[in-house]
């Protein structure tokens, strides 16, 4: 499967993005997908994923929790990450990543993705 990102852009703390992953060669609803991020001098972080054949099996960082919603579209075929109350430490490069057969516990590690798009660049200005 082929993932690519989109979305990202330049924002003020406070505001809203919502950045999408759309697939192709593949039908995302067979794949668990996450979303990961890295910000400048940083390693990657997860930061939300959606269990495979799930439209409610989430889980978020804590750093995310209550603020970003991930979710999928099926018949679009296309994963997003809705962001809101966005905030400077928000800031970096944005990563969906998608796994047929990753097994639950490991949905958080990157090293678990076989599948993952360009990157997509989220600043927040204060």
């Known amino acids: 499967v082929q993932l690519q990102a989109s979305g990202g852009g330049l924002v003020q703390a406070g505001d809203s993005l919502r950045l999408s992953c759309a697939a192709s060669?593949?039908?995302?609803?067979?794949?668990?997908m996450g979303w990961f991020r890295q910000a400048p001098g940083k390693e990657r972080e997860f930061v939300a994923a959606?269990?495979?054949?799930?439209?409610?099996?989430?889980h978020y960082a804590d750093s995310v929790k209550g603020r970003f919603i991930v979710s999928r579209d099926n018949a679009k075929n296309t994963a997003y990450l809705q962001m809101n109350s966005l905030n400077p430490e928000d800031t970096a490069v944005y990563y969906c990543?998608?796994?047929?057969?990753?097994?639950?516990?490991?949905?958080?590690?990157?090293?678990?993705?076989?599948?993952w798009g360009q990157g997509t660049l989220v600043t927040v200005s204060s």
């Open positions: 959606i269990f495979r054949r799930s439209n409610s099996n989430t």
């Open positions: 990543a998608a796994d047929r057969s990753l097994i639950y516990s490991t949905i958080r590690n990157a090293d678990a993705y076989d599948y």
């Open positions: 060669g593949g039908t995302i609803s067979g794949y668990s």
